[in-house]
């Protein structure tokens, strides 16, 4: 019985939702636990329920104190430990785990080692304990010195290093700009440019977006930047490690997308792994759009700047799709236009895969 990955998600009303992705029809019965241990063999665990299902919600309210994983056991297999995805913390909606998935070669990445993550800037003290527990050393900040200036991480506490990995990201900067209401002129003038270009093409905002992401393969700031945070993420005393940009979404989405992509899963699950945010902020979408209707008055212009903060499929494709047309895989992408050797990549699949 092959299990792609399995997932958890904390529900707002009390209860976890169960995502297990297989190609067999019916699942065997298994056994879910939870634990406080990172370790599928641990007996340090407690019994939920026993079930055949894919996908189902079971009543366990989501821990707000510090991270917990499950562990699914199978009369004929070796227990698999997993945990939440998106990670019930307070002051951010888009800290996830990229743990779990699968890769070609039939390893899976560790749960609890690689996270990615909107900024760290509005964490709560009930949050901050959270992230405490998942023992983060690094902190790669894919932001500009403007954008960090204006919305500074807070504190993570002793021992976290921060690194600002820079690809030069206009794109996301401007959709920064229009969030924060700091300066009306700038909002004013935004809208005057989006007015503009949705009258030379209608479909000018997804446009953009599929730029940033093949700028990203392309360009010498975002390959530098790119190619750095993955020399860090080599280093195991570098390791559990965080990615950010604001939202977690596109710069941070090329940087996990070509980290899971180095390590070997397969194309469809870095597409998933990348639409996981507009899960994440499925409440802020309404809100954003509703505000760039309200700043806009005109549907044409809220569709082109909600284009800078939605997420879709087509957008994080075109960069994977641009590297395998390049180069093959994205492995060699990595090799040749990062520079990464032979020994970088051997080193990040030992500390990422098991």
Not at 218 to 246: D, K, Y
């Amino acid at each position: 019985m092959e299990i792609k990955y399995i997932e958890a998600f904390p529900l707002d009303n009390g209860k976890t939702e169960l995502n297990i992705v297989s190609d067999e029809e019916m699942l065997e019965e298994y056994h879910l636990y939870w634990t406080y241990e990172k370790d599928p063999f641990t007996q340090n665990r407690s019994f939920l329920f026993s079930s055949r299902e894919k996908k189902l919600t079971f009543h366990a309210a989501p821990e707000k104190r510090k991270q917990i994983y499950f562990i699914i056991e199978w009369k004929n297999q070796a227990p698999m430990l997993f945990g939440y995805r998106i990670l019930p913390v307070d002051g951010m909606y888009n800290l996830r785990d990229m743990g779990g998935y699968m890769t070609g070669s039939g390893k899976r990445i560790k749960w609890g080692i690689g996270f990615r993550s909107d900024y760290f800037a509005f964490l709560e003290d009930a949050g901050l304990e959270y992230v405490k527990s998942l023992g983060i050393k690094t902190v790669i900040d894919y932001r500009n010195e403007e954008e960090i200036k204006r919305s500074p991480n807070r504190e993570l506490g002793e021992g976290v290093t921060t690194y600002s990995c820079d690809p030069n990201a206009h794109t996301a900067m401007v959709a920064g700009l229009l969030h924060n209401n700091e300066n009306l002129a700038k909002d004013e003038a935004i809208i005057e440019q989006a007015r503009n270009a949705v009258e030379e093409n209608p479909n000018a905002g997804d446009l953009r977006m599929i730029q940033q992401q093949l700028n990203f393969v392309i360009s010498h700031e975002s390959r530098a930047a790119f190619g750095t945070s993955l020399r860090l993420l080599a280093l195991r005393s570098n390791n559990p490690s965080v990615q950010h940009c604001r939202g977690g979404k596109d710069r941070t989405g090329f940087g996990a997308m070509l980290l899971e992509g180095i390590l070997g899963v397969p194309k469809d699950i870095l597409i998933y792994d990348y639409m996981l945010t507009k899960r994440a902020r499925a409440e802020k979408n309404v809100r954003y759009y509703q505000k760039y209707l309200e700043l806009a008055k005109d549907k044409r212009v809220a569709d082109y700047l909600f284009s800078l903060f939605d997420t879709k499929p087509e957008y994080i494709e075109a960069s994977i799709n641009k590297i395998l047309e390049d180069y093959g895989t994205i492995r060699e992408y990595a090799k040749t236009a990062l520079s990464l050797d032979d020994i970088i990549i051997k080193q990040l699949e030992d500390i990422f895969l098991e």
